[in-house]
């Protein structure tokens, strides 16, 4: 099974509008981050969060951790054309030495002018 | 900074051929990684270097995947031989030092096909 589950999977929303994806991990996390993909290239790091309860914004993204460090949000506020292609969740899923990064299936975005 | 390059962007194979992939790390960066991106997947790694020793290949099918990583700094990812199921985007990813506090920084992958 799947150790880091993202939803939707996919989602088309109008320009301008706001939306939420999710990462939901079986596991505590020791730490998450969020990665953009565009068609045909490597992964572009956004941000990491580490703490529970952290919460980090870049632009007219945030990215939260709860409290109990096993689900993080990814919120884009006013969407753009430019925020479209596969937004990642990538965790370490070990913890210290043991540090492992696994990925999610990843959510596919598509903006509509 | 110069980003990871990797080298080539795309390659058609037959089954049962091999092929080879180059990847060069961000300039400094002691921890260097591969990783197998089916379509409609995430990326799931093969193999990761800590300078030029390997710290983790526990998924990479070592029957006909190898790696390796000569004097710490370019590393190259090898198919021998190929099968179908080999098609993927393979990315190549560096960090500072290995741990969650390192983020990894990918290059833009190679494409392989097998026919």
């Known amino acids: 099974s799947q150790e880091l589950e993202q939803s939707p999977q996919s989602l088309i929303v109008q320009e301008g509008k706001n939306l939420t994806i999710n990462c939901t991990s079986s596991?505590?996390?020791?730490?998450l981050y969020w990665y953009k993909q565009k068609y045909g290239e490597g992964l572009i790091f956004l941000m990491m969060?580490?703490?529970?309860?952290e919460e980090k914004s870049h632009e007219k993204i945030t990215a939260k951790l709860d409290e109990k460090k096993q689900q993080s949000s990814l919120h884009i506020t006013a969407s753009q054309p430019s925020h479209a292609g596969i937004y990642l969740c990538?965790?370490?899923?070990?913890?210290?030495?043991?540090?492992?990064?696994?990925f999610g299936k990843g959510t596919l975005l598509t903006v509509n002018p | 900074e110069a980003g990871v390059a990797q080298s080539p962007r795309y390659k058609i194979i037959e089954k049962r051929q091999s092929v080879a992939f180059w990847c060069n790390p961000i300039?400094?960066?002691?921890?260097l990684y591969w990783y197998q991106q089916i379509l409609g997947q995430g990326p799931k790694l093969l193999i990761q270097?800590?300078?030029?020793?390997?710290?983790?290949d526990s998924q990479l099918p070592k029957d006909r995947f190898s790696a390796e990583r000569l004097k710490g700094v370019d590393s190259t990812l090898k198919i021998q031989p190929a099968k179908l199921e080999d098609s993927a985007v393979y990315l190549c990813?560096?960090?500072?030092?290995?741990?969650?506090?390192?983020?990894?920084?990918f290059g833009n992958g190679t494409r392989l096909t097998v026919t």
């Open positions: 990538g965790a370490d899923m070990g913890g210290g030495s043991n540090y492992k990064l696994t």
């Open positions: 270097f800590q300078n030029n020793g390997v710290v983790d």
């Open positions: 300039s400094g960066h002691a921890t």
């Open positions: 596991k505590t996390l020791y730490g």
């Open positions: 990813a560096s960090s500072l030092d290995r741990g969650f506090r390192s983020p990894l920084h």
């Open positions: 969060l580490q703490k529970g309860g």
